[in-house]
């Protein structure tokens, strides 16, 4: 019997420790990162606040990790897929909207003449966002958003959508939470474009999705209640805002933060400022090849201030070409 | 080996078991519910749909539990918690504000004047929550109602108001948790006077609080990043903001939620709509001995519309003095 309970409590040991971690002992949790700079920053720094007794180790409820998405987890070029979704919309509603044949910007847009339509500037784009995010129920928009994702094609890789995510950045994602991290994304994308495939496509579940939005009206539609999507701007997560959605959020600061443009650049500051250990990395375009290169010339996902702070301030900075030995997760 | 790999898979089954539920057999987890109605209501409703198979099943990421605060989660008489709080900031800033001696609501406040002083309706109430809820950092704010609810004490009872929480709800926020519910607090109250006690008190994550909020901002103040409180009004959380800020925060519908006021009423209506098994829950304050005796006329934590409600759809309504072997966490 005792050879029993001794064989029992081993296996319970190895049963809840594999509960709370997926690390098995031996295999690289981070296999499409080339070993460098980079990879050794992340291992160090999760080795460091994970190690009971160490002096930087931070109890698990602590262990907040945010991502940026476009651009940090899947990619952004040549346009931010969410606006591509818009276009999409606009031209999926055009049957029931003829008033737009002669209006700005969707005259232009439907006449696939989108850099007119955008010429505009924010207040086009607004415009645009506003006919196709509000106007229906929270339960409807999602459905929309399902659909789409689950159809659209990339114009330049003729991929869907959530094949154009990043590999290494979803072993970084569970490698966090083998080691305890609560993940979540910080986008200036919408929170309800995302919450629709986070959980799936990232394992990120809706309520650690954080994202720019509009308003919500609680309404009873015939004695069922609604939520109504209104034609009104509720939040901007990006930039300084960042720091603000994470403290709305999450209510505490993170640890450790992921981002790839100047619109992160609070969000790491905000993590940097923290006390005791905290890791900022920033993802850097470089590999024209297989994925884009851009950084301080790109409308899309300027980096510029953010790569001198980084510089400054030691932050890790992922060299895609070189640090990455697959991009994307339809890579072989 | 084959008797010792079945002996393995046992145990790993029983481990595996316990990793997500700390429901240990044969204990009551719910031992200050008197035995009735309410308990079985809720013991019946977790068992359905936990239970692998049955149709009422549903999977741990969707298992959301929604609760009130104030009267529900501990006690709102003789008046809002957080107002106590507001009115013990105005006594501790006055010297530094010899103007309010001559401006209402301040200088009835002073004065001890309270129902003078609130005679000015939501305007004086808003002047008293910007005064002591603006003008400084988030973490200083955190500091402030982190000295306030480790001595402050409740005018009735002498005790500290992270004593006057009903025992019966947190046994039932454990029991749900045990049972792979994720837990949240919905308050109209303010979300960051709750995040700095919420997780100790109930087990509650910040990232898991939502409440009412007022607007911040992210500067740099000396080199160093900080986010101040703005006297600007964001967020309301209460009556049919509830369900807006369930879905700006969580991103699903819950699959049970729990009030005790005509506030909680719509979170409720935006629950029972789901699709499959709901539970819905009113606390009903009977007890005037124990604690307070009120609903329909109350000014604070009414509950009229809801008490109908709830008769009509079959939610459940615990009556405080008969559901409740306790009520505060202090009593023996």
Request: hydrophobic fraction near 45%; charged fraction near 25%.
């Amino acid at each position: 019997m005792l050879q029993t309970s001794k064989l029992m409590l081993v296996v319970m040991g190895f049963v809840v420790l594999t509960c709370g971690s997926n690390a098995v002992g031996g295999q690289d949790p981070l296999p499409s990162w080339s070993a460098g700079q980079a990879k050794q920053a992340i291992v160090d720094f999760v080795g460091n606040v994970t190690k009971a007794g160490s002096p930087a180790f931070v109890p698990e409820a602590a262990r907040i990790a945010t991502f940026d998405n476009d651009g940090t987890l899947w990619a952004e070029q040549p346009m931010y897929f969410q606006m591509v979704f818009a276009l999409d919309r606009v031209k999926a509603l055009a049957p029931k909207h003829p008033e737009w044949k002669d209006k700005e910007p969707m005259a232009s847009l439907l006449r696939g003449d989108l850099k007119r339509a955008l010429a505009g500037g924010e207040k086009a784009i607004a415009e645009i966002v506003m006919v196709t995010h509000a106007g229906m129920s929270t339960v409807e928009f999602e459905q929309i958003v399902r659909d789409w994702i689950a159809t659209a094609k990339h114009p330049k890789t003729g991929r869907l959508y959530t094949d154009m995510i990043y590999r290494p950045m979803l072993e970084l994602l569970a490698y966090l939470r083998a080691n305890g991290f609560k993940t979540f994304i910080v986008s200036g994308g919408g929170i309800e474009f995302m919450r629709p495939w986070a959980e799936k496509v990232y394992g990120i579940p809706p309520e650690q999705v954080i994202g720019s939005s509009i308003k919500t009206r609680f309404e009873m539609r015939d004695g069922t209640p609604v939520l109504m999507r209104l034609p009104e701007l509720n939040f901007i997560d990006d930039g300084p805002g960042k720091p603000v959605g994470i403290q709305m959020h999450v209510g505490r600061r993170p640890l450790a933060a992921f981002g790839n443009s100047d619109g992160d650049l609070q969000m790491l500051q905000w993590t940097a400022a923290g006390s005791g250990a905290r890791f900022c990395l920033y993802v850097h375009h470089t590999d024209a090849e297989r994925e884009w290169a851009y950084d301080r010339a790109s409308s899309t996902g300027r980096l510029d201030k953010g790569l001198a702070e980084a510089k400054a301030k030691g932050w890790t900075v992922v060299d895609m070409k070189s640090d990455w030995k697959r991009v994307f997760v339809f890579e072989k």
